[in-house]
């Protein structure tokens, strides 16, 4: 009995946060370091980015007291994307350190602010690594994808967003939440063809593809486009929850899909009622009413009938 209890008593829950560069990271880490100080938790943010300068958030764990970019660029004469990858080589090799580093915070909730280099999460294996490493250490963490939501007005963008959060998540293994990021950008470069939970929820790509063909340069690749949407549904892992960091009820819900990925919802650490407890496990009947209210703030709508919509597609 001991020793199940010590067990429980040494898990450490977190996030470890990525995506591309300025799709809103470390604004993320700052916004949700402070909105969890609000809710009660001790949150401690580790600072994964060797290049990251001129924190916002008060860091806990800093890696560029182990390796920065500039020395490695400098000494090893590399440029940013080669320096980054032998970087995060260097940390995986020195993990002891970080293991050290975060022995020092006990009871705490974590924040991992990772780098932006998109190859690091789908095929370069220092990042999964660490990750792994860190779940041996009992830290159980959920993955936060963040992309930028206006990718969602270029159809050929959104699909190669499709296709690198697919491979993210393959590639990390670790329970994932995809975030759009900055909502209240979401038209700023263009309109929407369809309403947002078409695209938080992934659902038929074909649409997509039509509005494809009607561009003559994007036409001749309709066969790839085509297939890379089919890759795409056949896995059926991909959705996303819309996010303003500037939002509580938008924190709520995105805070409510990380709790329930990495259990941390089910773990004895705070007092919850029933209808909490309920509300996180069976979060999935509560997303559609919340992306309506999303869509209701930050998209322009045309006053069209489903059938007029349908007319036109």
Known sequence: MSSQSGVKHSLRFGQVVIGPPGS???TYCQGMQEFLTHLGRKVVVVNMDPANEGLPYSCGVDISELVTLDDV????KLGPNG???YSMEYV????DWLENKLKQHSDCYFLFDCPGQVELYTHQSSVKNIFSQLAKWNFRLTAVHLVDSHYCA???KFISVLCTSLSTMLHVELPHV??????DLIEQYGKLAFNLDFYTEVMDLTYLLDHLAADPFFKKFHHLNQKLAEVIQDYGLVSFVPLNVQDK???IQVLRAVDKANGYCFEDLEERNLQAMMSAAVGADFQFDSTLGVQERYVETGGK???EEMMNL
Request: charged share 25%; hydrophobic share 40%; no cysteine.
């Open 24 to 26: 809103g990271k470390t």
């Open 73 to 76: 660029m400098e000494g090893l």
């Open 83 to 85: 320096g980054l990858l």
């Open 92 to 95: 995986e090799a020195n993990l």
């Open 154 to 156: 270029d159809p050929a």
């Open 178 to 183: 995809n975030i759009l990021s900055k909502m």
């Open 249 to 251: 009820d938008s924190m």
């Open 305 to 307: 009938s489903v059938e």
